[in-house]
């Protein structure tokens, strides 16, 4: 089977390096799915999770958002931040959605309009890879 | 001559002198291996984007970004990278001499000079020195979050699109080994394709979702900021090198110090015994 190389890089470590048959992503437009000798692309990544299949082994990441570079034998996810599935908390992430949530509510506040409903999506994007590890397993 | 008392008095001020500054070097060299970790672990991310830039120069882009566009110079930015404290040899010296030297050069080619900063002493020095500032990004700490620089990198990328500055160039020392930091100047706008490469076909270009345009700002805003992080991240594993070989010169000269000091007191006692005895013997003599 044809594999593509896939690196997953944040601004402070490397996430992930190898080969996959397939990579899923959520690109600003949507959904991707990447598969080997894909033509050149070039997209903004929205929070989301970004999975990698390499045969029937899986992984997923979350990314916060960043970019997508996709050459016909090579995928490079410049994410902001970027962890790996497994390390992401449930709980963590509902207690952020739901602070994110209050923070809006509570609009009179001085407070960063865009900065909180950032934080939300990015609070319900976390929850969504969740749910959808689960769902895999 | 001096006497025994002054002498000693001088000996324990430069001892612990000397035990101040063996504290200061360990303090550094176990935040040099910090600060080099967090200069490796930004790597593969600077490579990468750096990866992305070049295929993205190769590409027949349909919107040509202004970063690559060569305008006849009239004014070039300086964003000189420094540390927050001192005490750490030529380090900040050295660079600062070459920015100055570099300004020197273009202002003979009639380009003016601005200059964004990073980190307290360069702040200091071109305060010093008198020059236009048009930003400062002060006290970083040990570990700089990205988001800190972002103020700076904007002001500098907003300049350049409004055409107030044609060039800019990133100041900073790299890392070559512990004992040796390497003062760099390197021109960060235009951006310069590296040489195409034989093998790649020459006509092809990215499918943009959503446009390029929007596309290739943020990308390429994100590769200066990686570049001006990466920058300071490096510089911040210099300091902590230069000012571990600063330290440790500063305490070996101290016991050099006080090894001559003690050799002086010796001297200076000896000679007092030496003239309380004639003294002593004369006086006998006397009676």
């Known amino acids: 089977m044809s594999t593509i ?15 996959a048959t397939m990579v899923y992503a959520t690109g600003t437009l949507g959904e991707l799915g990447i598969a080997p000798g894909h033509t050149p692309l070039l997209t903004g990544l929205a929070a989301g999770p970004v999975r990698v299949q390499n045969g029937s082994e899986e992984e997923a990441f979350f990314c916060s958002g960043g970019f997508l570079e996709v050459q ?29 949530e209050q923070e809006l509510a ?17 609070a319900v994007a976390r929850l969504k890879t969740i749910q959808k590890l689960r769902k895999n397993q | 001559m001096a006497n025994t008392k002054e002498v000693r008095k001088q000996i324990a ?80 010296i050295n660079l600062f001499k070459q920015v100055i030297a570099k300004s020197a050069e273009l202002n003979e080619q009639g380009i003016e000079s601005c200059f964004a900063l990073i980190g307290t002493k360069a702040a ?48 900073s020392n790299g890392f070559v080994n512990t004992m040796t930091q390497q003062p760099n100047v390197e021109q ?28 290739l700002d943020g990308l390429l805003t994100r590769y200066i900021e990686s570049l001006v992080y990466q920058a300071v991240i490096e510089n911040n594993a210099c300091e902590q090198a230069a000012k571990m070989i600063a330290m440790k010169n500063a305490t070996d000269n101290a016991g050099d110090l006080i090894k001559e000091l003690e050799l002086l007191y010796n001297n200076v006692r000896q ?17």
């Not at chain 2, 070049?54 to 006849?72: D, G, I, K, Q």
């Not at chain 2, 700089?144 to 100041?171: E, F, R, S, W």
């Open chain 2, 124 to 171: 200091g020095f071109f305060k010093s020195v008198g020059g236009q500032v048009i930003a400062v990004a002060e006290k970083l700490g040990d570990k700089p979050n990205p988001d800190d620089l972002i103020g700076l990198t904007k002001v500098v990328l907003d300049m350049h699109k409004n055409g107030d500055i044609d060039q800019a160039y990133l100041c």
């Open chain 1, 106 to 122: 509570n609009k009179d506040a001085s407070l960063d309009y865009a900065k909180a409903s950032a934080q939300l999506a990015e």
């Open chain 2, 271 to 287: 000679a007092a015994i030496t003239q309380e005895l004639s003294e002593i013997v004369g006086g006998a003599a006397a009676v």
């Open chain 2, 188 to 215: 960060l706008i235009p951006l310069t394709p590296e040489e195409k490469e034989e093998s790649l076909p020459t006509q092809w270009d990215y499918i943009y979702e959503p446009e390029a345009k929007e596309l």
């Open chain 1, 5 to 19: 190389k896939i690196n997953i890089v944040s601004s402070s470590e490397e996430i992930y390096s190898g080969e």
């Open chain 2, 13 to 92: 001020s430069i001892k612990s002198t000397q035990k101040i500054t063996s504290a200061m070097e360990m303090v550094a060299a176990s935040k040099m291996k910090k600060t080099q970790d967090t200069m490796l672990e930004g790597r593969p991310y600077s490579l990468k984007i750096k990866d992305v830039i070049s295929h993205v120069a190769l590409a027949n882009s349909e919107y040509p970004h202004p970063f690559y566009e060569e305008r006849t110079p009239k004014k070039a930015c300086f964003i000189v990278v420094s540390s927050d404290k001192g005490l750490c040899g030529g380090l900040n």
């Open chain 1, 72 to 100: 016909p034998d090579l995928v490079t996810v410049l994410s902001d931040t970027a962890e790996r599935a497994e390390s992401l908390d449930e709980s963590e992430a509902i207690k952020a959605k739901e602070a994110a």
